[in-house]
Structures are given as C-alpha cells and as structure tokens.
C-alpha cells in the first residue's frame, strides 16, 4: 500500500538507491556476454565461467530491480554516495566471479577480487603471473575491465555527476571552471552520456587502428587499446608492452597514454570546433604537458647517460614508459623494474600527477596540482609584499574560495590515506619499499608497485592484498564516499 | 657622505641588513666561551679550537658591524628574510669550526657543517659514532649548539617575528589566533625577548634538576637537558638516553619532550594567571595530546604483544621514544632501530607532526593538522548538505581565509621539499628506505633517520650529507624563506 513519496524517511530514499542499484546491475550483467562470444570464438574451454556469471549477476540485479521498478528515483546527495559505493563493492565481487569460476586461473577469493578491483579501478596490478597462458576469453575479460570501468569513470566524471549534483567526486562540481560551466556540453545527461560513450569507443578504434597499424595482431591490438583509453595497464603478456620489442608500438602507447590523460570534454569542443585549439588553449592540460615534458626528458636524460639504453632506445622507452607511469596507466616495457632508482622513483612520484580532471587517469590530477602551485606562488609574493591583492586565476577568473578549501581538505586526506594504507600493508610483515611503492601504484590507480611488487603483486600475503584493494577503491572514488561512511552525520 | 636614509635603492636596506647581521654574529662569538670554559675545566685538550673559532667569529662579526653601526636599521620584509637566510647559512659554517679544528673529533667540512646544522637547527642528526669517546667540551659544544638553537627559534616565532612582521615562518604572523592576538605577550619586544630567555633557562634548570635527581651525573643532566628542551636529541652517548639503561629517565626525558613542544607563550599566560588552564585549554595543544597519546597506546601495545619488551619496559620504553620521535626531540632508547619496523614506521610519520606552533619542536606542526582537520570534516559536512554554512571554527572564531591559503602553501610546499630531497638523497646511489627516513629525520628536525642511518648518518656518501644539511634548513626555515630566493619577484 505503501508508494515512494508517502514512506518516511529513509525508506523512501533507501528504496530508491536500490532500485537504481539493481538497475545498474542488470547492465553491468551484459558485460559478461562479450567475453562469452570470444571464448566460443576461441573454443577456450572458458564458456562455462562466464555463462555463469552472466546469470548470478543478472538475477542479483533483476531481485533489487524487479520488486520497486515502479518507485521514481528521486536522490538525495547521501544516497548517490551510498549507491556508488554500494555499487562499487558489489561489482567488485560479482566481476570477480569469472576468475573464480575458471579453470584457468582458478584463483581463491582475494586474488580474484583483487584483479576485478584492479580492472575496474583502471588500476591494472595483477596477482596473475603466467598470463601468456590463459584462455583467451580471460584476457579479453580482463581488456574489458580496464574498458568499462574507464567509460564509467568518464561519464561518472564528465556528464552524471556534475548534473546530479552527486558530490561523491566533488572536484568535479567544484573545481570544473574552465571549459565545464562555460559552456554546457549538452543540456540533457542520457545525451551526453551517449555522445561521451561514442567519443570513447571512437578513441578506441583509432587507438587499436594504430596499434594494428605498429603491429599487433588484431586481438592484442583490441585489448591494448581497452588497456590504454581507460589507463588501465591490464596487458596480454606477462612482459606487458615490452613483449613486443617494438619502438612503434610504444611510440603509440605512450601518445595514446597522454591522449587519454585529456579531460574528455575538451574533446567534445575540440569535435564542434573543429580545432584542436580548445585542447591546447586548456590551461590544466598545459600544466599537465609542462609536468610530463619535465619529467620525461630527466628520464630519458639518466637512461641515456647513466649507460641504460643506447640513444634512440631511451627515447622512446623513456617517452613510452614516462607517460605510462605517470598518467597511471602502468603498461610497462623494457625490464623497467630493473631501471636505475632514481628514474623508477621520479616516476613514481610522477603518478601520483595522474592527468586532468575528466580523464580515466588516477592520482591527485594535474588541476589540483595547478591550483596548490598558484597558491604556492600568491604566497610567496605575499610574503614580500603583504599588503597586495594577488587573487589565483584560471581561464582568467579568481578561482573560488570555496574551490581551494576543497583541494585543500583533497590533498590532505589522499596523503593522510596514502601513509594510513601504507603503514597498514608494512604491519602485515611487508618491507617498506614494497609497502609504500605498492599503496602508490594502487591508490593512483597506477598499477606498477616497487620492490617484491614492482613485476607483480602476487607475493603479497592476503591481509595486504586486501588493504591494497580498498586503496585502490579510495582513490578511484577519491577519497571522500569512503571517508563519509564513517561520518556519524552522514547517517542522521 | 652617504648616510642610510638618502641613499639609493637597494643600498641602504643592504647597509641596514648587513649591520644587523654583523651585530648577531658579534653576539653569536660569545657562545664559544662557555665550551671554553668546560675544556678548562676538564682540561680536556680542546681549548684551542673553541678560542680560534670565537676570535673568526667575532672578527667576522665586527667587520660587517663596525663600519655600519650608526646605521638606523629599518628592515623591509624582505630585507627580513635575506638576514634570516643569509645568517643561517654563515651560523652553520662559523659553528662548524671547532669540529673542524679539535684534534678528537678531526671533520672535514661537510661532516663538520652538518653536525652544526644539526645541532642549530636542533635536528640533533650526528655523523660521529664515538661520542662517549669525545673530549668534554666538544659534548659540551654539541649540546649548547642544541640550547641556542631552540631559544633562537623560541625567540624568533613567539616574540620578533609577529612583531617585527617578518613573515619569514608565516605561520606565527598568520597562524597564531589564539592566544598570540587575544593578548599581547608583552608590548616590547626587547622586554618579550628577555622574558622568553628567563622561562626558556628556568624549564631547562628544572628539567636539568629532574635528570639528576633520577640519577644522571651533572654534566650529562645540563647537556641532556639542552637537547630536550631545545628538541635537539644531541646525547652525550652513543647509546643516547638507553646508556643509562634507567625508567625514570627515560619518563624524565618523555615528559619533557611533551612539555617543551608547548606553545612558549602559553607559559606566559600559565605564569600570570597561576594556573595551568591557559595550556590545557589551548586546542592546539589538546590536538597535540590526542594525537601522540593514540601514537603512544600504539606503540607500548604493539611492543608489548610483538613480545619485544616485558608490559612494564613497553609502557616506559613506548612513552619516552614515542614522545621523543613525535615531537621531534629525537633522542632513543633500548635498541630504537631494531624495534618493529610497524612502529619506527609510524613515529617516523609522527615526527611529521612535531608539537605546538611556538615551541623548538619541528615538522609541519600540530596548528597547521588540526586546521587540515577541521576543513577536512567541514568538507564532508558540505557533501551532505551542499548549501550549509559550516565555517573552520579556532578558539571560537572563524579562521580567516588568508590563514587557510596559507596553510595549504605550506603543506604543499613542504611535501614537495621532502620529495625533492629524498629524490636527491636517493640519486647519490642511496637506497630507498634510507633516502625517505633521512629526509624525513632531517626535514623535520627529528634527527633519526631508517635504514642505513636509523643509529647515525655516518655511512652516506658526501653528496646526501649536503642535501641533509639543506633539508635541515629547510625544515627549519619553514620552507618559504629558502625557496623565495627563488622567485625573481623578491629581487626587482
Ligand atoms: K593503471
Ligand atoms: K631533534
């Protein structure tokens, strides 16, 4: 008898949250019909797998969707948060189904959550260390990961979130003045969802196109480019983009790496314009491209005179790997946990940059980065002339008070979960180099650790690979839904 | 003919900068007769260097004084900041003469200067690993470099600089709501100067009192004393406080650690009102308490069921090294270095916090956390209800927005310092850990580093000791005078 807008609170809102929730289950249950039709392509013996999972996942969805599909979904600020971290745990389990289910890899609970986590987060670390020889449709399966988890990123990013008002990754309602509150991209959101998600299929044709075009089978091609757009880093070889030996191959993968670090939006203007200007004129973008250029010539700089490659290979191992690690995409080449420290470690710290805002990278993310050095630079002229009035501007507006208190309370928490997750790995008897360059790899999304971690993440005992899990969810939600669970306020 | 006032720009404030310099090196020469006295004394054989190294220092002092003196010194802000710098770094060489010129210890200079820096800066880092060996004068020297240390930088943050308007630590001109502005300490400076002088040398004679009567002889209670209060961390020992292998000094040592990361000027106000209200009631100090008491639960718990010490020696043993690392004091105890690295890890990132703004300790300080704090918490407020007015609330008055720009500078700044200087350190060939604990030791004015320098820095190469050296300063000066010698603005 009871209908939605009549039911006290918090029914009605709880009611509604699973309704959507169910919802988005019953898609993400689709996603297990792709690798399906691979393994019956490659007759991989990895049908069953997915067939299961494709129905454990749609009748979860159908049992919350079903019984309140009538109900309008109406939310609340706190509900969107509480949906999207509800939605992400629960897919981090039911994704990780398939590589339980497998014969090959028949991985225990954690590892599998682990690697769905990975993939989803577009954060790429695996557990898996023979994956040359698993069936096709898991490694198709794990491309696949890395590519809807980085479309969801991008339409959360660009399009839901900022129209919902859902401040669960409140910089982009707050710290999106240039391009964003211009000029509307379009006013409707099932549209832009739509025009998001063509734009970032196309990326991926032309991506894999490139690929193909280096030299990759068509196969390889499809999954580096998922692996790439999404700045994922789940590869099909165990040696990454180094088993191919080819300067080509990684010339595109370290340009598609910075291409896919662009804010999707100024692709969109970039698109009506018909310019390229509305990307280059981006002042976070030339921030990024600044920070990147930097970084990549002291990289090929100390590969070349240190005596690590010969001049034309630290070029473009340097360019390959440079943009990789520090848009926290995290394909790799070249033995490069073997490279000299002080590169492996710049870039390290190098992913913590990311790329700009509405992108699939991870980390801190370049605006921020801009915002704290213009602060950095107000505060010193400040200091020598304390009376003057410098405002920080962007696309030539004093950037808001209220936009800086939120990078502010930003960067703080990252840091302070950064150092939290990484003492919490070092307790469970992990050395410190592999406990703090592990959380850097999975809190940025990046997906390259250090140390015991730095090929991959299997030597890990389960009580850090756990931790590593959640640090990979708190920086692809930034933070801030994670944190608010445990706000008593959030709950009244 | 000239005379200060008619002279051209920049002349006249150089003139001005000069002489005050002159005037503090000439006072700076006085400190070497006390170690001169101690070698007479123990007739030690170290009277020579401490009689050369005053009559350089107080020639150096006079040159620059003697000519300038009738000048009028009228300081602009900046011309506060090259003096700060400027006699900083010609402190660390000056006070690194009699390590350079005693037969026992014979340093070559940059083992010399970073034992100064150390000792100036109060980080208390040492390169010697035969102190007990040492003549009486040289521990002496050491320990006094600590005293003058602490009460320069007491002095400096609670009395001159919010008057002078010196932002050269912006935190005391823009930080300081509470006490600082409700009530003046004391109209003038040379009165407040005095003052602080008189309450700096009574903690010290009572803390000195404290370390003999639990059982140290004279010598080592004065020289102990100086390295607590001044959270300096300079022992007499190789062993340092875990020589007297002693509970009530070790809780001595702890206590006083705790009481010297005070705010100096809530002594005042403790004095005047004749009760210990104004520190207790002071939020930043209670942040402080909160914080380092859940350090030190930690840490007595985790050293008692890892099994390393008895429950009795966890509880003594956790509360004085905690209280020492935290507020970076950085004396140790019973074998710090080879405790559970759970929790060297976690008081190392402790000592990023250090004590009250005011104090001798070092870090980013319990002011600028507990304000990261509060935005933090206000930012989840507003995430729940977008359009709630929730100011960031100090002694019962809105901070303003100028306080909160400036703590995010500084946070974002000193992170970024002790990045660079690690990537630094671990450039010279050091190895990770190493390279991140030395840093955070010296940065910080801790003096503890991990790794290959957990007991002292004596094993790095001369490259890394120079960095240390910087970073020292760097965490000393706040970071902002150092690097706005970098910007060109500070010198049109
Ligand atoms: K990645
Ligand atoms: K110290």
Redesign the pocket.
Known sequence: PHKGAGLPLPLAPLKASLQLFGLLLVMFSMTMLPPLLVALYYDDGALEPFADSFAITLLSGLVFWLPLRRHKVDLRNRDGFLVVVAFWFTLSLLSAIPFMLAKNPHMPLVDAVFEAVSGLT???ATVLSNIDALPHAIVYYRAQLNFFGGMGIVVLAVALLPMLGVGGMQLYRAETPGPMKDEKLTPRITETAKNLWMLYVGINVICTLSFWLAGMEPFDAICHSFATIA???FSTHDASIGYFKSPAIELVAGLFSIIAAVNFALFFFAWRQKSLRAIFADEEFRFFLRAIGAIIVFAIGWLYWSGTFPLWEAIYHGFCQTASIVT???LVTANYPDWPLPVTLLLLLGSFLGGCVGSTC?GIKAMRFLLLYRQSVREMKLLIRPTAQIPVKLANRTVPERVMQAVLAFYFLYIFAYCACSVGVAATGVDLVTAFGSVAGCIN???VGLGDTAGNFAPLNDAATWILTLSMLIGRLEVFPLVLLFVPAFWR
């Open positions: 577009t954060t790429g700045l994922g880093g926290d995409n995290g991870g999304n990046m997906g």
